[in-house]
């Protein structure tokens, strides 16, 4: 069964360092998407990818933050000087079609800062 | 108001009961609805879409009231392996998904 894959499953960071997610999508999947999980609280939506452009963001992605598909598999996503409380869970997921498509995430990457 | 409300639970059943717990969402314009289940630390897995008619998968049975706006999820015959926090997630004419804080369900034996 296609799954979608991130690596690296943790990274530990010191403040104002930046870093790079990444992400391999189910193969045939084109839409993207990018989600955090900040330890005890809901998943939340950080920004969604198509056609090689952001299609919707959230207050939270601010400037800080970045995505790019840099080649027919990976989907990134950087962000810049992080801050204490950028540490939580950051979920890629992907899916076949736009609105009411099914959303298949990936195992996480959490990130620590410190 | 928040997008997707749940009651956080938690839900503690015996093996083999029934359990059931619902959710309501704000946005009547809301198009897509699943249930998906998130383990301790892991990612939220699709347990199932929720159709207007309402539907069943297994032991699994969801029902959506566009008038209410609010989605349920039962679950028969209850397993250990069924412990979970049960995340009722919603989606409009965009992109995102908008999630509720989730339902912690245990199983005891």
């Known amino acids: 069964e296609p799954e979608v894959t991130q690596t690296p499953s943790h990274q530990v960071t010191q403040m104002g360092q930046e870093v790079i997610l990444r992400c391999v999508p189910i193969?045939?999947?084109?839409?993207f998407y990018w989600y955090r999980q900040i330890l005890g609280q809901k998943v939340e939506f950080l920004v969604s990818?198509?056609?090689?452009?952001?299609?919707?963001k959230s207050e939270i992605f601010d400037d800080q933050f970045s995505v790019e598909r840099p080649d027919g598999s990976n989907f990134t996503l950087k962000i810049r000087s992080t801050k204490l409380e950028d540490s939580a869970m950051y979920f890629c997921?992907?899916?076949?079609?736009?609105?009411?498509?099914?959303?298949?995430f990936g195992p996480g990457t959490r990130l620590t800062v410190t | 108001r928040k997008e997707v409300e749940q009651d956080p639970g938690p839900f503690n059943v015996p093996e083999g009961a029934t359990v059931a717990f619902n959710c309501t969402y704000s946005?009547?314009?809301?198009?897509?609805f699943f249930w998906y289940r998130q383990d301790c630390r892991k990612e939220p897995k699709l347990l199932m879409s929720v159709y207007s008619s309402g539907n069943e998968d297994g032991r699994f049975t969801a029902q959506l009231n566009r008038a209410s706006q609010y989605i349920s999820l039962l679950i028969r015959d209850s397993k250990l392996s069924d412990s979970a926090t049960y995340l009722c997630?919603?989606?409009?004419?965009?992109?995102?998904?908008?999630f509720g804080a989730g339902t912690t369900v245990t199983v005891r034996a």
């Open positions: 990818f198509y056609n090689n452009e952001i299609s919707e």
């Open positions: 946005n009547s314009a809301s198009q897509s």
């Open positions: 997630v919603v989606n409009g004419y965009d992109y995102k998904l908008s």
């Open positions: 997921a992907s899916s076949g079609i736009r609105t009411g498509g099914e959303q298949y």
């Open positions: 193969s045939n999947h084109l839409y």
